[in-house]
């Protein structure tokens, strides 16, 4: 295991792209890690580690990690290792980008690319044609995956790969990663990587963040290196110099305590007052070979979101077992997006009623014209909890369902346990769930019609 810096600079040594001007003027230098001015300190320069010779910090671990706060540069850091593998270290190979859900393809690993003006010298092929992907220079070709759901992670067992990247790991399950690892066996150079926020202590903590890991920098943010893992961890959002003042400010003004070590100073963290404190990974996690071959009924529960996060489940009960079987959790889902998620959620686990956050009844209306059981939840947030908390011996949580696994994990009342109310973070799942529980426990005095008009 080696860990050396190269006298020439990353940006002599990154993959020149066979362009010089970029839209709006950008040239070809924007394609480079950045430097914060007053520290010297380079994030992305640490986690591009590479080829000895080959890039300008070598090393010879087989997986990359980069764990940062918001707006630390993750999914920029994402597209350059990915062009690096494509156009440098594995020329010609197939490699593979992999996001929890298909907005984060379209909203943010997508326009990346474009921003940087790879778009403009690949051949991007979308979901629907042979051999989708980003096409590059070199002939590589780049697939663009999500793993949402088990139908999705299976899928992801056909292709064999040189390289793989994953975008917000702790919104993925495990078994993506181990689906992965077994397909990187072509190439010369395999490796995987992965850029994202933390999301408490879960899987990605537990294999990459290893105890006895030589630690090579420690100044703001910590390197840790091994013959396995090379991990940079706790990078700050304000160390990016690319983000305007008031968006730090806007931060440290919003979130705080636990949240705040979380999703600004990118640290792992555990979160005090939860709300469902009894919620256990070894107790209340099931593989799929757990979940029931069949059930009395299905529920669904649905926070809105567009801005912010929307969040679907679905319920399976069997006898007095409870098992959320299936999530969806993603930023600018409209009602279609819904609509469309929802009908792919009943072809798996059936139709049942849909009980959605109230407060959009022409949203409701809109999923019953499409011909769901929508219904009007009872949005009472303290029996709603009580409600969840009631099933905690009988409430079981798939393995997939890694966002409501995190979201047990971090969702806290406000100031501790002395306020009854919960903070509006991690909370999106949490609602739904609450939603679901809570009003199918009163559906026969609330709704007994079934209508969803009460």
């Not at 989708?132 to 949402?148: D, E, F, K, N, Y």
């Not at 992670?153 to 292709?159: K, S």
């Not at 979130?255 to 963290?269: C, D, K, L, M």
């Not at 529920?299 to 009960?317: E, L, M, T």
Request: proline share 5%; aromatic share 10%; glycine share 8%.
């Amino acid at each position: 295991m080696s860990t050396t810096r190269s006298t020439t600079s990353y940006a002599e040594e990154f993959p020149e792209p066979s362009y010089t001007i970029f839209d709006r003027q950008r040239d070809s230098r924007e394609v480079r890690p950045y430097v914060h001015p007053d520290t010297g300190l380079a994030p992305q320069e640490d986690f591009l580690a590479g080829p000895e010779g080959d890039a300008a910090i070598s090393s010879d671990a087989s997986n990359h990690v980069i764990i940062s706060g918001l707006g630390a540069g993750k999914t920029a850091t994402l597209i350059m290792r990915a062009w690096a593998n494509a156009e440098r270290w594995n020329r010609g190979e197939l490699g593979a980008l992999i996001a929890p859900d298909w907005p984060t393809i379209k909203n943010a690993i997508l326009p990346t690319m474009r921003e940087f003006g790879l778009l403009e010298v690949c051949d991007y092929v979308g979901p629907g044609g042979e051999e989708p992907g980003v096409h590059t220079p070199s002939g590589s070709r780049i697939i663009l995956q999500t793993a949402s759901n088990e139908r999705k992670i299976r899928r992801l067992r056909g292709p064999n790969l040189a390289w793989v990247g994953i975008d917000e790991p702790a919104s993925v399950a495990e078994r993506a990663w181990e689906v992965l690892s077994g397909r990187l066996r072509v190439g010369n150079y395999r490796n995987a990587f992965l850029t994202g926020t933390p999301r408490g202590f879960n899987w990605v903590y537990d294999r990459f963040y290893e105890d006895d890991a030589e630690i090579v920098h420690d100044d703001v943010y910590e390197v840790r290196e091994s013959d396995r893992v090379r991990g940079v961890f706790g990078v700050p959002s304000w160390l990016n110099p690319h983000n305007p003042d008031d968006y730090i400010e806007r931060l440290e003004d919003e979130y705080s305590g636990s949240y705040y070590q979380q999703e600004v100073e990118g640290a792992f963290t555990q979160f005090d007052g939860l709300v469902y404190p009894w919620f256990d990974r070894d107790e209340h996690i099931v593989e799929s070979d757990a979940l029931p071959d069949s059930w009395d009924e299905t529920i669904y529960g649905v926070d809105w979101g567009f801005s912010n996060h929307a969040a679907i489940i679905a319920i399976r009960i069997h006898g007095d077992r409870w098992y959320v079987a299936e999530e969806r959790k993603s930023r600018r889902m409209g009602n279609d997006d819904i609509a469309a998620e929802l009908e792919q959620m009943e072809d798996d686990h059936g139709a049942g009623p849909v009980y959605c956050d109230s407060a959009e009844p022409k949203s409701i209306n809109e999923l019953q014209e499409d011909g769901f059981d929508a219904r009007k939840s009872d949005k009472s947030v303290e029996e709603g909890i009580k409600a969840v908390a009631a099933k905690r011996d009988e409430l079981r949580v798939h393995d997939l369902c890694q966002e409501t696994i995190n979201e047990f994990h971090a969702y806290q009342y406000k100031d501790g346990r002395e306020s009854e109310k919960p903070k509006k973070e991690n909370d999106h799942i949490m609602d739904a769930l609450r939603y679901a529980v809570f009003t199918h426990e009163h559906s026969d005095d609330n709704d007994p019609s079934g209508s969803g008009t009460w």
